[in-house]
């Protein structure tokens, strides 16, 4: 089965080609397009690029084409993309502005273009369906909850492939293979408990809790705004602080919305940059405010990794995936200090020397495991389109 994976962003296409005949995916080809404004022809090209190269012999030899699409109202999990997912992206528009409408456009342009393929939609608020009520309320009236105001989560793809990891690296095919038909069979009995906290660190970060393979909570809540502090969104914030800010600043509505997306986060923290690199190389040369975005980030991943460890009862594993989990040797450290009371202790060479490589790098007498997986979201993605057309 070939399966295309498009990943769309507001100026952006990117794609790969995976052959998914043993069912773990080879990749055939990939690429990418920026700056685009219209992705009917950008998607036309892409088509045409794997066609000429000699990848494929026709289009038509494309199975199905998978979507990492972001947030629906009404709507989540890993299901074919036909009307009522575009009707699920419309709803939201509003919500995730730079995700839902170019995820439509191009679901639009590949029923067009491929209109023999399957098209699949994993949401990344799939993960979450099982996260109990009490967990996914928000405290507003009843009108604002009918609304669709409630916590959903986000990086569910990244997050379920690091339950299926985990389970794994710790010899439990049990776990594992529930988290592999999850989609298709919900929640599974297992034997003993396996109870993981991942924390996928990037540009956009969130931190889940996981028992037996299913999420129980996460950091992220109604959008993808919330939660950790990221890039240059703002993360969790007091709702008091808006009207508060229009008054005392003078600020518009809209202005607002841009500050707290564009200006805040390790960005609005640090004044320096929204790229972790920067404000690593920037508290090191003494720039308190860079430091202090650091400090904010780390104890923002250890508030909500430390709230997942009261309803989880224990852990088993603690993970670090996505650019900054994976490169970012110090914020681990920073994330695991003093945690020795726990059965959590960091091996701190095998932390120094990891770098975006598949690594446990907990002390040999740490009873909580500690892992880096390297994130890989377009074979995930893969993956699932394969489990849910087989
Ligand atoms: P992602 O969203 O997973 O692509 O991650 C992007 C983030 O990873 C950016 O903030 C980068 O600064 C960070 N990152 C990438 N490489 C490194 C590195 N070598 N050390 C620390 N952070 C890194």
């Known amino acids: 089965m070939l399966v295309l994976i498009a990943n769309l962003g507001s100026t952006s296409f990117k794609y790969r ?44 030899d494309i199975d199905a084409v998978g979507f990492k699409t972001v947030l629906g109202r009404n709507l989540s999990g890993c299901v ?24 439509a456009a191009g679901i639009r342009q590949f029923s067009r273009l491929l209109p023999e393929a399957r098209l699949v939609a994993l949401f990344e608020t799939a993960f979450y369906q099982w996260v109990p009520e009490a967990a996914s309320r928000y405290a507003v009236p009843r009108t604002w909850h009918e609304a669709g105001i409630r916590r959903y989560g986000f990086h569910g793809a990244s997050h379920k492939f690091i339950a299926e990891r985990s389970a794994e690296l710790l010899g439990r095919e049990d776990v594992a293979e529930v988290v592999r038909s999850l989609y298709q069979k919900g929640p599974q009995a297992v034997g003993t408990p ?3 906290i991942s924390c996928h660190l990037g540009g956009s970060s969130s931190v889940t809790g996981i028992r037996n393979g299913v999420a129980i909570g996460t950091s992220m809540g109604f959008s993808p705004q919330s939660g950790l502090p990221q890039n240059n969104r ?75 460890l009261f309803d989880l009862g ?48 907990s002390a040999a007498d740490s009873t909580v495991k500690v892992f880096v997986i390297p994130a890989n979201e377009e074979l995930v993605l893969a993956r699932e389109v394969f489990r849910k057309l087989s």
């Open 17 to 60: 080609l995976f052959d998914m005949q043993a069912g773990d995916g080879r990749v055939l080809a990939q690429g990418g397009f920026e700056r685009v404004t219209d992705h009917g022809e950008t998607i036309e090209a892409a088509l045409a690029e794997l066609e000429s190269s000699g990848v494929i012999a026709s289009r038509k």
């Open 314 to 361: 224990g852990l088993d594993a603690l993970t670090f995936t996505a650019g900054i989990g994976e490169n970012g040797a110090p914020i681990r450290e920073a994330v695991c200090k003093g945690l020795e009371g726990f059965g959590l202790k960091l091996d701190p060479e095998k932390n120094a020397a990891c770098r975006a490589t598949e690594a446990e790098i």
């Open 80 to 103: 074919e993309a036909g009307q009522e997912v575009l009707d699920a992206l419309d709803g939201f528009a509003a919500v995730a502005p730079a995700h839902n409408p170019p995820y």
């Open 194 to 196: 396996l109870r993981v």
């Open 234 to 308: 703002v993360g969790d914030l007091d709702s008091g602080a808006i009207p508060y800010a229009m008054k005392a600043l003078g600020l518009e509505l809209p202005e607002i919305e841009r500050q707290l997306t564009k200006e805040s986060g390790l960005l609005g923290l640090s004044g320096v940059s929204n790229d972790i690199r920067d404000v690593n190389e920037a508290a090191a040369q003494g720039n308190p405010d860079a430091r202090i975005a650091l400090d904010v980030l780390v104890h923002e991943i250890r508030r909500w990794a430390s709230s997942f």
